[in-house]
């Protein structure tokens, strides 16, 4: 055969043939590769055994990130809290009526500075299911869920405010209330409203009826709202005995409520 023929047969044999160092190479990588592999999985195990075994959608990748989870449901409105669990006070141990001032109500919807400002006493409360107003102050019912014990504390924090158009519309602390900046108020306090509404617009809030616990009375107008048995208005209509000022006070429940739509939360 042809010396040149057979060089050119051999070529393609080479190439599809590793040289002896390339074999030597591979023979190498053969014997390394699956240690690595070895390696590999071993610290995979280490780490899954560490972290409790779970992906990084689960807690142990809220653990390795540093971060703290949001636990517990929000609120909607829905009247599935107790009461309120820690200490509370009674008419005897709530003393004293502060005077107005341009700061009463505090630094925010229960803030430590509303409490000290505005309040004799930080959680009022009365025995039973229905709320009392003693000296212009009034004391949530201990029987009552939180949501309406927390309204009540609430409007207790802004009870000695001025009144003032557009009042509580815009900022929760503000240094006056109209009337449905009033109403907004307590319920954002009680976790049942996000941003204020106007009287017109709580004409939509809620459900319509009456309530079990509280009822929000409204029209295009003017709203107020009643809780466990007593009323929050920044009117005097139909109070035998109004106390001084204006702006939202406690005050009896209205004899007649005609011309008014009443709408309550869910479950309250």
């Known amino acids: 055969m042809d010396p040149r023929k057979a060089q050119a047969l051999l070529a393609p044999a080479r190439q599809l043939t590793p040289q002896a160092h390339e074999r030597d190479d591979l023979r190498v990588a053969h014997l390394i590769l699956p240690g690595l592999a070895t390696l590999a999985l ?3 195990t280490s780490a899954s055994a560490s972290t409790g075994g779970e992906g990084m959608s689960g807690q142990g990748a809220a653990n390795a990130g ?4 949001q636990t517990g449901p929000v609120q909607t409105g829905a009247a599935t809290q107790p009461g309120f669990a820690g200490p509370t006070q009674g008419p005897s141990q709530c003393t004293g009526t502060p005077s107005a001032t341009a700061t009463s109500g505090g630094a925010g919807v229960g803030g430590t500075s509303a409490t000290t400002a505005a309040l004799p006493c930080p959680h009022p409360t009365v025995p039973g299911a229905k709320g009392r107003i003693i000296h212009g102050l009034a ?6 869920p939180l949501q309406v014990q927390e ?3 609430a409007g207790d924090r802004i009870r000695l405010k001025p009144y003032r158009v557009g009042g509580g519309h815009g900022i929760w602390n ?24 106007d009287s017109g617009e709580m004409m939509s809030w809620g459900h319509r009826g009456l ?17 466990a048995g007593i009323r ?7 109070d035998p005995n109004p106390p001084p000022g204006t702006g939202p006070r406690w005050r009896p429940l ?13 479950g309250l």
């Open 254 to 266: 209205m004899t007649s409520t005609t011309g008014f739509m009443a709408r309550h939360p869910t």
């Open 66 to 69: 540093g971060g703290t989870a």
């Open 42 to 44: 071993a610290g995979a």
């Open 151 to 153: 309204a009540i504390w």
């Open 232 to 238: 929050l208005d920044t009117s005097a209509e139909q």
């Open 211 to 227: 309530g079990q616990w509280m009822t929000v009375y409204t029209n295009p107008g003017h709203a107020f709202i009643e809780i």
């Open 139 to 144: 004391y949530a019912p201990a029987d009552a």
């Open 174 to 197: 503000d240094t006056a209330y109209d009337c449905s900046g009033t109403v907004s108020y307590v319920l954002h306090a009680a976790g049942l409203l996000k941003i204020s509404e």
